[in-house]
């Protein structure tokens, strides 16, 4: 039986660029699979293919039971659609932006003012309900987006890198929206280029790159993937490096490698034994005059996962609009 | 799904912002006054029209060009609102909506009649104080607005087809501009069509912009003293000519604009 979100080795090309390259999902009804990759890394491109926005070359893709490729318009039903942009009419106030959204959902119009209000209510906006978007700052803009999204309660939502560009601030209360939403039973497709984001709000993770699935599973599987725990140590002198490379290389598990970053000089070792291993490790930095100034024990984060997967970081620093162009085309 | 109910939606959200960006009518009012105003001073005692040399018959001779050009120049507004919205991710969110496909570039282009529409009776007003008068009666009159407003909704469907097809705003701005100029430039609009050269009379004679001109200044009664008309067939039969070409643009461009529309990616 397919999720409520089902795609068999989806492709899409633009141009020579490969952008999707047989990519396969399933989404178990009321769950959330996070879409983590780089930019370009092809995440968009599956999400418009899912929602109707691009025909790919080949390949099948189910979304609420109906097939995306043969009744794209009975899926347009039963989805909502929050992308990279917050896309609203930012002339419009917030509450005709939602009545509009409502009427085009074929709402009649005083069913579509009744919702509007509810959704204003719920995402506070209550206040700034008869000002024009443009007024709105941008998380109240993109509070406004995904209410739009959610005007007929779809059973299945997409959402594109939502908190793209918000302060921690805004990022935050987006993911207690996000939260409040998937508990009440939406199943949720969400792209992110922030692992944080992902290891938060998904219940499944699949790690994209160049349109390929490289990983999937839970946050603590990929976690595992990756390897235990690790020791981070920061010494004070230079010269210390080489001989604490020595003392951690005595507690590397399974006599494991020490990595060195010689500039910031922080050496890492993979390690077993938690807490009363570094215990121990402080103590013979201590006995043999290792002067330190950070020490500490890690579990890797999905951002270790993502370079041990693709072999170079997530590329978190760039900006929403960039992040768009590549992948959109 | 209803395409009149969903077009009107959106004729309605784009009047909203009409209002809310009164500006931007203005500057739709403020240029084909200007025009008037240059050419009626500054050009009018120097271009003869038919045998006439006369300032007041040039002005009438005129004013149909200037009507014409007013609402052909709209059409720059739905290619630049297109591209703007595309930029901004709504055609995005409109394409997501079980909603009926055209609706979104029908709902813009009827705003825009609408909007064209207003600036025709302020224009019309500001030609009457400056002595433009008609000679036909008013039914005749309000014929020849219909057939200038079938004109320029039928082109703002060619707006609608760039707007699609540029990357931003600001290109479909210039490009919805660009081809305006040779369409109302080479054309009997300004001038005589009879006194230019004869390459540019023949496409001036069967420039559909120029049957819409004709037509209006028979129905105005705007034609000047001792006017020859050209023998091309659509000067000879302005009024039927107007609508066939109308009716042909706004099907073809139509039908090309609503297939970008969903294929756009």
């Known amino acids: 039986m397919p999720g409520a979100i089902y795609a068999e080795g989806l492709v899409k090309h633009f141009g020579d660029v490969k952008a999707l390259d047989g990519v396969d999902l399933d989404v178990p009804e009321g769950t959330v699979l996070g879409l983590l990759g780089p930019n370009g890394a092809g995440k968009t491109t599956a999400v418009r293919c899912l929602t109707t926005l691009l025909t790919p070359d080949s390949g099948k893709a189910v979304v609420a039971g109906i097939d995306v490729l043969k009744h794209p318009n009975e899926v347009r039903r039963s989805i909502g659609l929050s992308g990279q942009f917050a896309a609203v009419d930012e002339y419009l106030t917030g509450r005709e932006n939602l009545q509009m959204v409502g009427q085009l959902y074929q709402m009649n119009a005083k069913a579509a003012k009744k919702r509007a209000v509810e959704l204003l209510e719920q995402f506070n906006l209550a206040d700034a309900a008869d000002r024009p978007s443009k007024t709105y700052s941008g998380g109240m803009r993109r509070r406004l987006d995904l209410a739009a999204a959610l005007v007929v309660k779809p059973p299945v939502m997409f959402m594109d890198e939502p908190t793209t560009g918000l302060d921690p601030r805004n990022r935050q209360q987006l993911w207690e929206v996000i939260k409040d939403l998937v508990s009440g039973g939406t199943t949720l497709l969400l792209t992110t280029q922030y692992l944080e984001e992902a290891d938060h709000l998904a219940h499944d993770i699949c790690v994209i790159d160049q349109g390929r699935v490289i990983a999937r599973g839970t946050s603590d599987q990929l976690k595992a993937q990756t390897g235990g725990e690790r020791v981070e140590v920061v010494v004070h002198e230079r010269e210390h490096i080489d001989l604490a490379d020595q003392v951690l290389h005595g507690f590397a598990k399974g006599g494991g490698a020490t990595s060195v970053e010689q500039h910031t000089r922080k050496l890492t070792v993979p390690v077993t034994g938690g807490a009363k291993l570094l215990a121990e490790v402080i103590r013979e930095l201590d006995a043999r005059g290792i002067e330190i100034d950070d020490i500490g024990l890690r579990r890797p984060t999905l951002d270790d996962v993502f370079i041990s997967l693709t072999g170079h970081a997530a590329e978190t620093g760039a900006t929403p609009g960039d992040a768009d162009k590549e992948d959109a085309k | ?265």
């Not at chain 2, 001073?41 to 149909?64: K, N, P, T, W």
């Not at chain 2, 660009?178 to 369409?183: A, E, R, S």
Request: with cysteine; proline share 5%; net charge positive.
């Open chain 2, 1 to 265: 799904m209803s395409t009149v109910n969903d077009s009107l939606v959106i004729a309605q959200r784009n009047l909203i912002r009409m209002r809310r960006i009164p500006e931007m009518v203005l500057f739709g009012l403020i240029q084909p006054i200007m025009f008037v105003v240059l050419f009626t001073y500054v050009f009018g005692g120097s271009i003869q029209v038919g045998s006439s040399l006369s300032s007041q018959d040039y002005r009438e001779f005129l004013m149909a060009g200037i009507f014409a050009q007013t609402v052909t120049f709209a059409t720059a507004g739905a290619g630049a609102g297109i591209a703007d919205d595309m930029h901004k991710g709504l055609i995005d969110r409109f394409r997501s909506l079980p909603m009926a496909r055209g609706a979104v570039l029908t709902g813009r282009t009827l705003a825009d009649l609408v909007q064209t529409a207003l600036t025709m009776v302020v224009l019309a007003v500001v030609a009457l104080l400056i002595g433009w008068r008609i000679h036909e009666g008013i039914g005749k009159a309000l014929a020849a607005f219909g057939l200038l407003l079938l004109l320029g909704y039928a082109f703002s469907w060619i707006g609608a087809l760039i707007g699609l097809s540029v990357r931003t705003p600001e290109a479909a701005t210039s490009g919805g501009l660009i081809w305006l100029f040779p369409l109302t430039f080479i054309s009997n609009a300004f001038v005589d069509s009879n006194n230019l050269p004869t390459f540019f009379r023949h496409i001036a004679e069967w420039n559909p912009f120029s049957t819409t001109v004709q037509a209006c200044r028979e129905l105005f009664g705007n034609l000047p003293p001792g006017f020859k008309t050209p023998d091309a067939w659509p000067m000879q039969h302005p009024i039927i000519a107007s609508i066939l070409w109308s009716v042909l643009i706004l099907l073809v461009f139509r039908t090309l604009a609503v297939r970008k529309y969903r294929s756009t990616s």
